[in-house]
């Protein structure tokens, strides 16, 4: 007997890891989605460059379509006039490419992450509309042109409109007019007439922003600019948007005519500080302890609730799978969440579908389940 005793611990020690490991973990989001639409993440610096070895191979092995979280936009890529700094972006797009992914770029006109001399001449003085214009077009001529053919969607222009659907007054909207979004389409098309281009925001789960974005697209259209999808950020929570919201949303953007892209998919679980919702990036509120019930760790009920909210949108998602060509959520682990310092600095958040370990959350499983159900369904 005595002599067993060896490699039978070794079998007993095998067998409980084969078993205990989540099986659900050797589920790939790429394969188990690949018939309904793209499934993607965005990347920091750490994951492009690899140093965040455990992301890059998470990101490896579950998704087919990278975004860039900051790469990209204008601050991080044009800092100054004269100077352009690619090399982060060159390093993404190889990533992409070696791995066989969709690329997206984002983005190209927003009013954050810009920096103040793309408005200003060199007293300070607010440019005029010519000379802004011609700084756009110089802009998306040199970033798009330098990727064409590799990324093959952009998100043209982000989040342009107010909560109630009215336009933004962006520096881009005063000194330009409102033509300036049609003019970024434009110069976006001219750089590189086979990318995907796309108009990105969020909230637009309320009615009052979506009917700003329905007339924003229908005049895109009527003036034949090439808008080929919407983005919906989707930085969700437990509660926003409701089923029937999420419903409408999809339905009417894809009446348009046009595709519909889930592009920065998080679901929040921490309680909104008093006066907040949506996910204006300006605003930030005071650390107070009840705003960070978690932080040492996701109680079994909140990990369930998140998988059943995660079910939840996903049932809705593919019951619009041909009008959805892709869902990107932003981030990869819970650990590197931009929801950690959002809209409360130095909390700790649980959106995604992995911890902060890197391992799936019952959240992934609910996703990996919502198919077999989305089939179960359809076949009833
Ligand atoms: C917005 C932007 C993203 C990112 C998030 C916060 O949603 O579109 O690029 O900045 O805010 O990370």
Redesign the pocket.
């Known amino acids: 007997m005595k002599k067993f005793k060896l490699p039978s611990l070794i079998i007993v020690i095998l067998w409980s890891a084969v078993f205990s490991a989540d099986l659900s973990a050797q589920a790939k989001l790429k394969e188990t989605f690949k018939d309904y639409f793209l499934i993607g993440a965005?990347l920091n610096r750490a994951q492009i460059f690899e140093k965040d070895a455990r992301g890059a191979k998470i990101v490896r092995e579950q998704f087919n379509t990278i975004s860039p979280?900051?790469i990209l936009?204008w601050a991080e890529v044009h800092p100054q006039p004269e100077r352009y700094n690619f090399e982060a972006a060159d390093r993404y797009v190889a990533f992409g490419e070696k791995n066989g992914m969709f690329l997206v770029g984002?983005?190209l006109v927003?009013h954050?992450?810009t920096p103040q001399w793309v408005f200003e001449d060199k007293k300070g003085n607010p440019v005029s509309r010519e000379e802004l214009l011609k700084r756009l077009r110089a802009h998306i001529n040199t970033v798009v042109g330098r990727y064409k053919g590799k990324i093959k969607g952009w998100?043209v222009v982000?989040?342009a409109l107010n909560d109630d659907g009215s336009w933004r007054q962006t520096p881009w909207l005063k000194i330009i007019g409102e033509d300036y979004i049609a003019k970024a389409f434009a110069y976006a098309h001219e750089a590189d007439p086979s990318a995907e281009l796309y108009y990105?925001d969020?909230s637009l789960e309320n009615e009052p922003k979506r009917r700003g974005a329905i007339a924003l697209i229908k005049k895109l259209q009527a003036a034949g600019i090439p808008i080929k999808a919407v983005g919906l950020?989707g930085?969700n929570n437990l509660t926003f948007p409701t089923v029937e919201q999420q419903e409408a949303t999809l339905r009417e953007f894809a009446a348009l005519g046009i595709k519909i892209a889930i592009t920065?998919l998080d679901v929040s679980v921490l309680p909104d500080p008093e006066g907040f919702s949506g996910?204006e990036?300006s605003l930030s509120f005071e650390m107070k302890e009840r705003l960070n019930p978690y932080k040492n760790g996701l109680p079994d009920e909140m990990q369930k609730k998140l998988a059943d909210r995660y079910a939840e949108l996903f049932a809705v998602y593919l019951k619009y799978h041909q009008d959805i060509e892709r869902i990107t959520f932003?981030n990869v682990t819970d650990k590197e969440s931009?929801l950690n310092n959002?809209p409360v600095r130095g909390r700790t958040n649980h959106p995604l579908l992995f911890d902060r370990q890197g391992k799936p959350k019952p959240a992934f499983n609910a996703v990996v389940e919502s198919l077999e159900n989305f089939r179960q369904r359809s076949r009833n």
């Open positions: 965005a979280e900051n936009k984002h983005t927003w954050n992450q998100d982000n989040e990105n969020y950020q930085h920065e996910a990036v932003w931009w959002f």
